[in-house]
């Protein structure tokens, strides 16, 4: 399978624990984002790299998030001291940067988290 | 930042009709808009996008339309089938932040046999 995957799809946690995502992109893509999707909704924006450079936060992204993509290739998404209100899909998405753009965006299969 | 509207939030066709779903967008700036469609426990998939610079885009059964003036777009699907079902997002960014997407809250499209 040579799209976006995400790793693991489904996690339960308890509140207070501490959560960690994985996202590997379609390869040659160098721009990764981290959308949040509730029940009923759109994808919700949080952030995005390109390459290793996280450049842009959503005021979604409170100081219990944090994401790394120390390598330019896959991604992680930790959320610490996890609250009931972050239960959602997160959903990771890539694209490939090119002069001229805006660039479709790819997205993976999400990670559902419940939070109890 | 931008804001979009998606309307209406269900729709029930019979097979064979057409289905149309609109969205408005609040930025003038915006100049992407793509449309995802999210089948139940799957991702969304981008089925179509349209730029600032077209007023319409077709492939097969599915066309978009774009309005700048008005600040919105269309999506409108012809000879509808049962795996038009579905739930459809619109989405715009900006020329600005041609990063983020900012999507409407959905459409679920029915289709009945």
């Known amino acids: 399978d040579t799209g976006v995957s995400q790793n693991p799809r489904h996690k339960i946690t308890k509140r207070g624990q501490n959560v960690t995502f994985r996202c590997d992109p379609i390869?040659?893509?160098?721009?990764l984002y981290w959308y949040r999707q509730t029940l009923g909704q759109g994808p919700e924006f949080l952030t995005y790299?390109?390459?290793?450079?996280?450049?842009?936060k959503s005021r979604l992204l409170s100081d219990r998030f944090s994401a790394e993509r120390p390598k330019g290739s896959f991604s992680t998404l930790e959320i610490q001291r996890t609250e009931q209100g972050d239960s959602a899909m997160y959903l990771c998405?890539?694209?490939?940067?090119?002069?001229?753009?805006?660039?479709?965006?790819?997205f993976g299969p999400g990670t559902r988290l419940t939070v109890t | 930042g931008e804001n979009v509207e998606q309307h209406p939030s269900t729709l029930s066709v019979q097979e064979g009709d057409s289905a149309v779903i609109k969205c408005t967008y609040s930025?003038?700036?915006?100049?992407?808009f793509p449309w995802y469609k999210q089948e139940l426990g799957k991702r969304p998939q981008l089925i179509i996008d349209?730029?600032?610079?077209?007023g319409e885009k077709k492939d097969q059964r599915i066309a978009v339309t774009l309005n700048k003036t008005a600040k919105h777009f269309s999506l409108h699907i012809t000879e509808t089938q049962p795996e038009d079902s579905a739930v459809y997002f619109c989405?715009?960014?900006?020329?600005?932040?041609?990063?983020?997407?900012?999507f409407g809250a959905g459409t679920t499209v029915t289709v009945r046999a």
């Open positions: 998405a890539s694209s490939l940067a090119r002069p001229v753009g805006p660039y479709e965006q790819y």
């Open positions: 390869s040659e893509h160098n721009r």
């Open positions: 790299f390109q390459n290793e450079a996280q450049l842009e």
């Open positions: 930025d003038s700036a915006s100049n992407y």
């Open positions: 349209i730029r600032s610079n077209v």
């Open positions: 989405a715009a960014s900006l020329r600005s932040n041609d990063y983020k997407l900012s």
